[in-house]
C-alpha cells in the first residue's frame, strides 16, 4: 500500500510538474495536449522516451512553435477521465490528443458506457476551447472478450469521429499490438521502440494540422 502509494504520489508529481512547465511556455507557442492511460503516459518507460516526448522531438526539429503536455495516467479509463479532464483543460489547449478506452476494453465494461464518457470529454474541450482540434484514437478489446464485444467495442470510436467531425486515428497500436519483440513483458504496454511506432502513426494525423 506504501508502495502504490508512492507511485500514485510521483504520477500525479510528473502531471503538476509538466503542467507548471507548460506554464512557463512563451505565449507565442501552442499547446498539444495528450489525455490518455498508460499508453500516453509510457508506462514501464522514462518520460522521455513515451511517445509524446518522440512527437516533441519532432516538433522542435522541425522548427515548430508547439509544445507538448503529456498528461497521460496509468489505468485511467474513459470514467476516470471524464472527472479528471476539467482539472486538465485549465491550461490553454490548441491541439487534444485523447487516447482512453483500452482499460475499459480491458474490463469489459459496456461500449455504450464508454462512448458515452468519451463524448463527454469531447464536449468538454469543445465548451472550453471551440477553436481547438480534437484527435481520436481508437482501441480495441483483446480477443478474449468474444466477438461480438469486441466488435462492438471497435465500432464506438469511428463513430465517434464521425459524428463530432473530430480528426482519427483507428488504431493507435496498429503495427505493435501483439508484437512480443514491441511489447513489454505484460504484452501490453509497448517498449520504447513499441513507442516509436506509436509517435509514427499518431505523427501521421498531427502533423495536417500543425
Same mark, same amino acid.
Given at each position: ?6 507511485t ?5 508529481? @510528473?502531471?503538476?510538474?509538466?503542467f ?8 507565442? *507557442? ?6 490518455? *492511460? ?8 522514462d518520460?522521455? *522516451?513515451?511517445f ?20 497521460? &495516467?496509468s489505468g ?5 477521465? @471524464?472527472?479528471?479532464?476539467d482539472?486538465? &483543460? ?6 487534444f490528443? @485523447? ?11 459496456d ?5 458515452e464518457n &468519451?463524448?463527454?470529454?469531447?464536449? =468538454? ?5 471551440? /477553436?481547438? =482540434?480534437?484527435? @481520436?484514437? $481508437?482501441? /480495441? ?17 469511428g ?19 501483439? *508484437? ?5 513483458p505484460d504484452g ?5 521502440? $513499441?513507442? =516509436? ?10 502533423e495536417?494540422?500543425?
Open positions: 500500500m506504501k508502495q502504490y502509494k508512492r500514485t504520489a510521483l504520477k500525479v508529481a @510528473l502531471i503538476l510538474l509538466s507548471t512547465a507548460a506554464a512557463a511556455i512563451s505565449a507565442q *507557442d501552442k499547446n498539444v495536449l495528450f489525455f490518455g *492511460d498508460s499508453i500516453t503516459a509510457g508506462y514501464g518507460l518520460p522521455e *522516451d513515451a509524446p516526448a518522440i512527437i516533441q522531438q519532432k516538433i522542435d526539429s522541425l522548427g515548430l512553435s508547439y509544445r507538448v503536455t503529456n498528461a497521460g &495516467l485511467e479509463t474513459s470514467a476516470g477521465g @471524464l472527472r479528471r479532464v482539472w486538465v &483543460l485549465q491550461q490553454h489547449v490548441d491541439i490528443v @485523447l487516447e482512453l478506452g483500452g482499460n475499459d476494453g480491458l474490463r469489459g465494461i461500449p455504450s458506457s464508454t462512448k &468519451l463524448q463527454g470529454i469531447i464536449d =468538454k474541450v469543445n465548451q472550453r476551447y471551440p /477553436e481547438a =482540434k480534437i484527435i @481520436l484514437t $481508437g482501441m /480495441e478489446a483483446p480477443p478474449n472478450m468474444g466477438q461480438s464485444y469486441t466488435e462492438e467495442f471497435k465500432s464506438i470510436f463513430e465517434l469521429a464521425n459524428e463530432n467531425d473530430v480528426i482519427y486515428l483507428p488504431f493507435i497500436l496498429e503495427g505493435v499490438a501483439g *508484437d512480443p519483440e514491441l511489447n513489454l501490453i504496454h509497448p517498449t520504447e521502440e $513499441g513507442h =516509436k511506432i506509436l509517435a509514427r502513426n499518431v505523427w501521421e494525423v498531427l495536417p494540422v500543425l
